[in-house]
Nanobody, 120 residues
Framework: QVQLVESGGGLVQAGGSLRLSCAASGTIFSINYMGWYRQVPGKQRELVAAITSGGTTNYVDSVKGRFTISMDNAKNTVYLQMNSLQLEDTAVYYC??????????????WGQGTQVTVSS
């Protein structure tokens, strides 16, 4: 069984910074990908940033140049550094990962979510 545990959310003023962390634990053979999604009430969950185990990254246009995703393969942890935060970044942020528990099986996992609130 694999768990994703997030940390680092909170309240910040517009223009400020936050760093989210998500650590995967349990039976892990390999991690193919880790990413961050966000969701606000009444809207669909959207992909914010993603990174593969090889280091390839992808960002939604609205965060390019402000957010940076990185992964520590040794710690099975993904980070999201969020700078120049805007009111529109307020959301619940969810960690997502595609993890192999053995060579033959890959599953998709979600964290419990962490609230990010940007105030004016």
């Amino acid at each position: 069984q694999v768990q994703l545990v997030e940390s680092g959310g909170g309240l910040v003023q517009a223009g400020g910074s936050l760093r989210l962390s998500c650590a995967a634990s349990g039976t892990i053979f390999s991690i193919n990908y880790m990413g961050w999604y966000r969701q606000v009430p009444g809207k669909q969950r959207e992909l914010v940033a993603a990174i593969t185990s090889g280091g390839t990254t992808n960002y939604v246009d609205s965060v390019k140049g402000r957010f940076t995703i990185s992964m520590d393969n040794a710690k099975n942890t993904v980070y999201l550094q969020m700078n120049s935060l805007q009111l529109e970044d307020t959301a619940v942020y969810y960690c997502n990962a595609a993890i192999q528990e053995n060579p033959l099986r890959i599953n998709n996992y979600w964290g419990q979510g962490t609230q990010v609130t940007v105030s004016s």
